[in-house]
């Protein structure tokens, strides 16, 4: 049974930093793209940043350099990190977790429905 597991969330202060881990299982994700996105109250789903099984990251307009994602598929892990940096409040939200296999193109990273798994998601609550 495939199972993306987040990790790493909390409140946090603005200004401050945050990692955000995936732990996935059930099979091989190294063939996988895998990805973050988030959900803040009242709003949809959105885009945060996906890597490609060969490690090209993807990222939203909106991470201008803050986020960090990274991918550990040595010695049969699949995990995937996001490192959060100077954390907004407009960062509050869940943060999801999601794996993909059938993404062939660039535009396919950014498309929630490109992806096959997602986690149950981890709070992320930011304080001013």
């Known amino acids: 049974q495939v199972q993306l597991v987040e990790s790493g969330g909390g409140l946090v202060q603005a200004g401050a930093s945050l990692r955000l881990s995936c732990a996935a299982s059930g099979r091989s994700f190294t063939n996988d793209a895998m990805g973050w996105f988030r959900q803040a109250p009242g709003k949809e789903r959105e885009f945060v940043a996906a890597?490609?099984?060969?490690?090209?990251?993807?990222?939203a307009d909106f991470v201008k350099g803050r986020f960090t994602i990274s991918r550990d598929n040595a010695n049969a892990k699949n995990t995937v990190s996001l490192q959060i940096n100077s954390l907004k409040v407009e960062d509050e939200a869940v943060y999801y977790c999601?794996?993909?296999?059938?993404?062939?193109?660039?535009?396919?990273?950014?498309?929630?429905?490109?992806?096959?798994?997602w986690g149950q998601g981890t709070q992320v609550t930011v304080s001013s």
């Open positions: 999601t794996a993909g296999s059938r993404i062939y193109y660039r535009a396919g990273y950014y498309s929630r429905g490109s992806y096959d798994y």
């Open positions: 890597i490609s099984p060969s490690g090209t990251a993807y990222y």
